[in-house]
């Protein structure tokens, strides 16, 4: 009967793969909470939100389903529930890519929550409903 060895090489390269498994989930939030200090000084929506009055900034794009049937009603709904409190602005992705590169806008739908100050609190990456943006804008 052979001894059963372990490759030094194999061991190496799994437990390397481990530790980026289990450390890139950290590193996402980390990267997506320096970009949001940055964004946090930039200011990068300028004047198309209206100053002193929180804002959801939409992303979407024309073929995107998801964004038709989940993220669009829930922001019917949102807008509904605060109809003066809350700018909701709707964008399409493809024509605003300077801006959704700056975001770091990775799909759609993405929606951004704007402070009543211009300043960027949340960047949702995927369907986010009515209730999560809410609590969103009342931090």
């Not at 498994?21 to 980390?30: E, K, Q, T, V």
Request: with cysteine; net charge positive; glycine share 6%.
């Amino acid at each position: 009967m052979e001894a059963i060895g372990i490759d030094p090489i194999r061991l190496a390269t799994v437990l390397i793969v481990g530790a980026l498994m289990l450390a890139g989930p950290a590193i996402l939030r980390y990267w997506r909470h320096t970009r949001l200090m940055q964004l946090a000084e930039a200011r990068p929506f300028g004047d198309m939100i209206a100053p002193g009055k929180p804002a959801i900034i939409a992303f979407t794009t024309p073929r995107c389903h998801e964004c038709r049937t989940r993220q669009k009603p829930a922001l019917e709904r949102l807008r509904l529930h605060h109809p003066a409190a809350i700018d909701i602005i709707v964008l399409d992705a493809t024509t605003h890519g300077e801006l959704v590169d700056r975001l770091g806008i990775l799909t759609v739908p993405a929606t951004v929550v704007v402070s009543d100050t211009g300043t960027v609190r949340q960047i949702n990456l995927g369907y986010v409903d009515e209730h999560v943006l809410t609590a969103q804008l009342a931090r």
